[in-house]
């Protein structure tokens, strides 16, 4: 017998067919070789709330109240790959304020500065988990 590769052109599809409580994304940020570690400080453009509707199907979000997401927290690298440090903006809906935590020090943040930020880590809620529905739980 004789062994041929043929190509073939497949398309590969992914579908989400549940939404979860928290929706983390993670930036690649960093990259690493033999010999040393480079940092990508690019500012990436995201929003503080978005809706899933457009990716998933409808009998999927049929199964839920909201498909809406919101920025709960974003984690944020400054400095360099090797060193640099680590700051968290924190939304505390009861409040409906943003807060910047480094360290141990706490301060108020406008929502404008938080898509300002080399943003590593973003952690979205699903809008249907209001501050209501925690209280009650």
């Known amino acids: 017998k004789q062994w041929y590769q043929r190509r073939v052109r497949v398309l590969r ?3 989400i067919t ?3 409580r928290y929706l983390v ?4 940020r960093f990259t690493e070789n033999r010999f040393f570690v480079e940092k990508n400080p690019t500012i990436v453009n995201f929003p503080i709330s978005f809706d899933m ?7 999927v979000s049929d199964k839920y109240t909201s498909t809406e997401y919101n920025l709960l927290s974003n ?3 400054d400095g360099p790959a090797k060193g640099g440090t680590y700051s968290t903006h924190l ?3 009861s ?3 943003w807060f910047e935590l480094q360290d141990l020090h706490v301060t108020k943040l406008q929502p404008q500065m938080i898509t300002l930020s080399e943003s590593y880590i973003q952690i ?3 809008a249907d988990f209001s501050v209501d529905t925690k209280m009650s739980s």
Do not use: D
């Open 91 to 93: 939304h505390l809906s």
């Open 25 to 28: 994304l993670s930036i690649k």
């Open 95 to 97: 409040a409906t304020q």
């Open 75 to 77: 984690i944020c690298h």
């Open 18 to 20: 549940k939404l979860p």
């Open 53 to 59: 509707a457009e990716f998933i199907e409808t009998k």
């Open 124 to 126: 979205y809620e699903r």
């Open 13 to 15: 599809r992914f579908e």
